[in-house]
């Protein structure tokens, strides 16, 4: 069962998006150095398709909703973005895994954002060009690395 602990509306974590982060917790990734090291426990609410429609209207002025996490289940996470395909067309999808490859169980097409990478201190997160984490828009079934979006 998929859970998340807590949700936030973020501006920089998808460029151009105004998105509904969600917190998905029993991270299996345990990245040194995470600023998330409480989502590694299997906590929290059940993340499901009802629950997703509720955060969804509850927060009508979002254009995103973005998955953090979820490494643990990728199959949840592939079919709660199918949910929104079908039932909230007008919004895009993104999802942030700390996998170094995207999971082969998950249909990219129900994505408009991927983001891998487990994070590694020593060469920082996104905002970095030393990072080794990559920001990937689905387009055409096809991923675009927009990374350097975020390097100012």
Not at 9 to 15: A, D, G, L, R, S
Not at 83 to 88: D, N, P, T, V, Y
Not at 93 to 116: L, M
Request: glycine share 6%.
């Amino acid at each position: 069962m998929l859970k998340f602990v807590n949700y936030d509306i973020v501006f920089q974590e998808v460029p151009n998006e105004i998105s509904l982060a969600i917190n998905i917790s029993g991270c299996p990734c345990r990245c040194p150095g995470c600023h998330s090291s409480y989502l590694w426990q299997d906590i929290g609410d059940e993340l499901n398709s009802e629950t997703l429609d509720h955060l969804i209207e509850s927060h009508s002025h979002i254009s995103c909703v973005a998955f953090m996490g979820g490494d643990g289940d990728p199959f949840q996470i592939d079919l709660l973005a199918s949910h929104i395909r079908l039932c909230h067309p007008n919004l895009r999808v993104a999802w942030y895994s700390g996998k170094t490859i995207i999971s082969p169980i998950i249909d990219i097409r129900n994505f408009d954002y991927i983001k891998i990478g487990p994070y590694i201190n020593h060469l920082g997160a996104l905002n970095k060009r030393t990072t080794n984490q990559r920001l990937y828009r689905v387009k055409n079934e096809k991923l675009e690395d927009i990374t350097h979006v975020f390097w100012h």
